[in-house]
C-alpha cells in the first residue's frame, strides 16, 4: 500500500534527523544510510495500513517494532502511525544497521564495541511524552560530512540531497536528468569515499567549517530553489524541501551569526519564499512575477529578509548571496510591478556579474537590461550564452529570449521560442506556461 502524501512528507522531514542520530551514535554512514532508506521503506507501508498497526505486508519483524511501539504509547492516531514517528524510525533503523553489521564478519569487534557503548534502552522506544530525539546539530554535521572534500561538487550535492534533503534517488536523478541508476551509482560512491576517506560524525572545527562553508551553501541553495521551483513533475513548487532548506539554513545561521553570506542566503531564501503563495492559481498554474497579487506575499516574511539584508550588507566584503538577497529585496520592496526599480536592480546585477560571474547571472542580468534599455539590448546580451553548454539544453534561454522577443514586438520569433522552451522543461506547469504564451500569440 502506497504511503500518503502526508507520511510521506513526515518522512522526508524526519529522515535527516534519524540519519544524523544513527550515524552520531554507530559511525558507519553508508550502512547507517541503508538502513535508515530500509526504516523508511517499513515506515511508508505499515503507517497507514487503515486499522491494522502492524501493516500486514511488513514481515513479522517489523509488525513487532510497531507492536513494541504500541507498547510504549507508539501507535495511535490514524492507521499505524506510532505517537512517536521519529522514535520508532530510530528504533527500527538501529535494528536495521545492526543487523547489517552483524553480517559483517570482518567488522564483528567494532560493531560489539558500539553494542557495549551504547545505553541499555538504546533500542526501545521512549514512553510517552519523553523526548530522546536527536539534537538539531546532527543534521547540521550531517550536512558538513557531505560536503566533505574528498567528495566532488556532483558528489556532494546528490549525497546532500539524499541524506539531508530526504529526496529519492528518483527525484535526485530527475533534477539533474539522469538515469536513476547513474544517480544510484554516484550516491554509492560518495557514501563509499566518505567511509574511506574515514570520515568522522562531529561537528567540523572552525578552519575546517570555513573550508566548506561555500559547498554547504551552494548545497542549501540547490535545495531551496528545487523547492521553490521544482525541475521536474506535474507541482510547481515543493514546500517541503524549500521549507527544509530554510530550517538548516536558520540553524547554521545561528552557528554563524557573523558570516554576511549565511545571513545573505536566509534572506534571499525568505525574500523568494515570501511570493510563493501568489506564484500559482488553485489550478496549480504559473502566474509570473509581474502577475502577481502581491497582497498575497507574506509580509512577515518580507519584513523579516530586509531586515537581514541590512545585516548582511554590513559585512564586507559583500559576496553573491549578500547581493542576490539585495535584487530579491527590491523587488519585494515594490508596491506593483511598475513601481520596481529596475536602475537599482540592473546595478546590482553589474555587481553580481564581477563577484560571482555565470550563465544564469547573465541570463538575469539580460533582464534587468531589457527593462532598463529596451529588449533588444537584453536580446543583444543573451548571445553571449548561445554557445553556452550550461544553457545548452535549459529552458530558461529560450524563455527568457520569447518573452524578449514578444516584447521587441517580434511575434513569429517569440512564438517559437516559446514552443522551443516548453520542449525543454520537465516541469508540466511550466511547459503549460510556456504553450500558452506562445498559443496566445497565434
Given at each position: 500500500m502506497p504511503a500518503t502524501a502526508a507520511t510521506e512528507d513526515l518522512l522526508r522531514r524526519l529522515a535527516p534527523q534519524v540519519l544524523g542520530a544513527l550515524v552520531r551514535r554507530y559511525g558507519h554512514f553508508d550502512a547507517a544510510e541503508d538502513a535508515v532508506q530500509e526504516a523508511l521503506l517499513a515506515a511508508a507501508r505499515q503507517w497507514d495500513a487503515d486499522?491494522?498497526?502492524?501493516?500486514?505486508?511488513?514481515?513479522?519483524?517489523?509488525?513487532?517494532?510497531v507492536s513494541?511501539?504500541?507498547?510504549?504509547?507508539?501507535?495511535?492516531?490514524?492507521?499505524?502511525?506510532?505517537?512517536?514517528?521519529?522514535?520508532?524510525?530510530?528504533?527500527?533503523?538501529?535494528?536495521?544497521?545492526?543487523?547489517?553489521?552483524?553480517?559483517e564478519e570482518a567488522r564483528r569487534r567494532r560493531e560489539e564495541r558500539v553494542a557495549a557503548s551504547a545505553p541499555r534502552d538504546e533500542l526501545l522506544a521512549p514512553p510517552p511524552g519523553e523526548s530522546r530525539a536527536p539534537s538539531k546539530d546532527d543534521?547540521?554535521?550531517?550536512?558538513?560530512?557531505?560536503?566533505?572534500?574528498?567528495?566532488?561538487?556532483?558528489?556532494?550535492?546528490?549525497?546532500?540531497?539524499?541524506?539531508?534533503?530526504?529526496?529519492?534517488?528518483?527525484?535526485?536523478?530527475?533534477?539533474?536528468?539522469?538515469?536513476?541508476?547513474?544517480?544510484?551509482?554516484?550516491?554509492?560512491?560518495?557514501?563509499?569515499?566518505?567511509?574511506?576517506?574515514?570520515?568522522?560524525?562531529?561537528?567540523?572545527?572552525?578552519?575546517?567549517?570555513?573550508?566548506?562553508?561555500?559547498?554547504?551553501?551552494?548545497?542549501?541553495?540547490?535545495?531551496?530553489?528545487?523547492?521553490?521551483?521544482?525541475?521536474?513533475?506535474?507541482?510547481?513548487?515543493?514546500?517541503?524541501?524549500?521549507?527544509?532548506?530554510?530550517?538548516?539554513?536558520?540553524?547554521?545561521r545561528a552557528l554563524l551569526p557573523a558570516n554576511g553570506e549565511v545571513t545573505g542566503l536566509l534572506a534571499l531564501m525568505l525574500l523568494t519564499d515570501a511570493r510563493r503563495a501568489a506564484r500559482s492559481r488553485p489550478d496549480g498554474s504559473l502566474v509570473p512575477l509581474d502577475e502577481q497579487d502581491r497582497t498575497l506575499w507574506d509580509r512577515g516574511a518580507v519584513t523579516e529578509g530586509l531586515a537581514l539584508v541590512t545585516e548582511a550588507l554590513s559585512h564586507k566584503p559583500v559576496g553573491s548571496y549578500q547581493l542576490q538577497a539585495a535584487i530579491a529585496a527590491v523587488h519585494?520592496?515594490?508596491?506593483?510591478?511598475?513601481?520596481?526599480?529596475?536602475?537599482?536592480?540592473?546595478?546590482?546585477?553589474?555587481?553580481?556579474?564581477?563577484?560571482?560571474?555565470?550563465?544564469?547571472?547573465?541570463?538575469?542580468?539580460a533582464v534587468a537590461a531589457a527593462m532598463v534599455h529596451g529588449p533588444r539590448v537584453g536580446l543583444s546580451m543573451l548571445a553571449a550564452l548561445e554557445d553556452e553548454p550550461a544553457m545548452e539544453r535549459h529552458h530558461r534561454l529560450g524563455a527568457v529570449r520569447a518573452h524578449l522577443l514578444e516584447r521587441a514586438g517580434d511575434r513569429e520569433a517569440a512564438r517559437a521560442a516559446y514552443s522551443?522552451?516548453?520542449?525543454?522543461?520537465?516541469s508540466l506547469p511550466e511547459r503549460r506556461y510556456l504553450l500558452a504564451r506562445a498559443a496566445r500569440l497565434g
Open positions: 486499522g491494522d498497526p502492524a501493516g500486514g505486508a511488513g514481515g513479522a519483524g517489523e509488525a513487532g517494532e513494541e511501539a504500541g507498547g510504549a504509547g507508539g501507535a495511535g492516531g490514524s492507521g499505524g502511525r506510532p505517537q512517536n514517528p521519529l522514535g520508532w524510525l530510530i528504533r527500527v533503523a538501529s535494528r536495521r544497521l545492526t543487523d547489517i553489521l552483524r553480517a543534521t547540521l554535521t550531517l550536512l558538513f560530512l557531505c560536503c566533505h572534500p574528498v567528495l566532488g561538487h556532483e558528489a556532494r550535492t546528490a549525497l546532500t540531497l539524499r541524506a539531508v534533503g530526504g529526496l529519492t534517488t528518483a527525484e535526485i536523478a530527475r533534477a539533474y536528468l539522469v538515469p536513476e541508476a547513474t544517480m544510484a551509482q554516484r550516491v554509492s560512491r560518495a557514501k563509499r569515499r566518505i567511509k574511506e576517506a574515514g570520515a568522522r560524525f562531529v561537528p567540523p572545527g572552525e578552519r575546517e567549517r570555513a573550508e566548506r562553508l561555500g559547498d554547504v551553501l551552494h548545497v542549501l541553495y540547490l535545495i531551496f530553489n528545487e523547492g521553490y521551483t521544482a525541475t521536474a513533475g506535474s507541482s510547481l513548487q515543493r514546500h517541503e524541501l524549500a521549507g527544509e532548506a530554510i530550517r538548516l539554513t536558520r540553524a547554521l519585494d520592496e515594490a508596491a506593483s510591478a511598475q513601481d520596481t526599480d529596475w536602475p537599482q536592480i540592473l546595478a546590482l546585477y553589474g555587481l553580481l556579474e564581477r563577484v560571482a560571474p555565470g550563465p544564469v547571472v547573465t541570463l538575469n542580468h522551443a522552451a516548453a520542449e525543454l522543461t520537465l
